[in-house]
């Protein structure tokens, strides 16, 4: 049966955390994925699950980590859903070691709008395969996914957070770290110009093997990752970022921690999910909302394009405190339009301040396309067409297998496409 016999396009809908218009389709509309909510087979000795695509991260680990497994990769947030991990090809902090989600999916179930279903994996439609993986939801409805969990001993992560105080000193700790941690990233300053330029706190962490005395974990931590998260419960008249807010930020943040060097037991949804404890946070930017900037730099220009991009952010005054600095490795990625690729990736917020920030993003694409970089299709909601197309040349291949009757208000943008 097919999908929709109406009129107008349609697109598949997660749970919305897509910060952009990937996930958008005013043209036409919205399939609610989340209804396809069920697990269908856990292997525990095995570690390998098979669920329905509207499945929560959240949801996932809630089951398999009493069992002793964990996501091979994950997001910053874990209120998103598989199929929408896999459309977006979502990263995490152990890139460098795991590559990126779909990496880890051994099959996929497509369901195409003339009702064609298509089993897709490595060794099976490998081309549909790649092209779903990263094709943010236009393939068609990605229905039910198989996925390698990896194993754990508990629920908890011995963690390290160093102060560093330039740029070059966050790479030399990237390049020191990547061997014997398997998440790496670092929270970076960027609303000083100047000496302060380029400081920030550098986290490293690995899951903590099975003799781990819990007892050291304090009492607090604990009671946070049991604890529900709370809500910003009204949207203020203006955005409560702005420069001063920004600077008195960065500044408490950066000397939030006694030593140069502190090392912790942590449970792991402080470390991996910290805004998750905190509902509805888009909220404090305003009614008018924020954007977000997320680029990737190849090695021989990542050191240059990262500081000139800083450097660019803190002359406008328009910076970011949710500001997020970390190494992309070598592993490949399998869709055809996947974000990561080696170099450095750099995310930040900034509040929506109209052609003003425009112009400052203007100033951001052009560092990123001279240095041969990208951005990030799941969190841009203002890329043109020609930095799509120059920085994704794979997509005039990937459009032989746009479902016809999918579409998206991103993918409109960036091809001109109805």
Known sequence: MPLDDGQGSLLAYGNGRSYGDSNLNSAGALLNGRQLD????????????????????????????????????????????????????????????????????????????????????????????????????????????????????????????????????????????????????????????????????????????????????????????????????FTPPLSLINPLSLKAFNTLYYHRQRGDHVQALSHYQPFFYPLDALLEWNRIYGPKGFYQYQCAIPPAHSQEATRELLETIARSGMGSFLAVLKQFGTPPSRGLLSFPIPGTTLALDFPNQGEALHRLFAKLDEIVRRAGGRLYPAKDGRMSARMFQEAYPTWTEFQRYVDPRFSSDFWRRVTGQP
């Open 38 to 233: 069920r697990f269908i087979h856990f292997d525990a000795a095995t570690g390998v699950l098979r669920c329905e695509a509207g499945v929560l991260l959240s949801e996932v680990l809630r089951l398999v980590v009493p069992q002793g497994w964990f996501l091979p990769v994950t997001p910053g947030t874990q209120f998103v859903t598989v199929g929408g991990a896999i459309a977006n090809d979502v990263h995490g902090k152990n890139h460098h070691v795991a590559g990126a989600f779909g990496n880890h999916v051994q099959q996929l179930s497509l369901l195409r709008s003339d009702g064609a279903r298509i089993t897709c994996s490595p060794q099976e439609n490998a081309d549909w395969f790649a092209a779903t993986i990263g094709g943010l939801g236009l393939t068609g409805l990605i229905t039910s996914a198989e996925i390698q969990l990896r194993r754990v001993a508990n629920p908890y992560m011995v963690t390290e957070s160093i102060r560093f105080r330039s740029l070059d000193e966050f790479f030399r700790l990237s390049e020191a770290s990547e061997r014997d941690h398997e998440y790496t990233v670092a929270w970076i300053d960027c609303a000083f110009p100047g000496e302060r330029l380029g400081r920030g706190l550098f986290n490293r962490a690995n899951h903590a093997p099975p003799q781990i005395d819990a007892s050291l974990l304090p009492r607090e931590a604990v009671a946070r990752a049991e604890r529900s998260s709370r809500k910003v419960p």
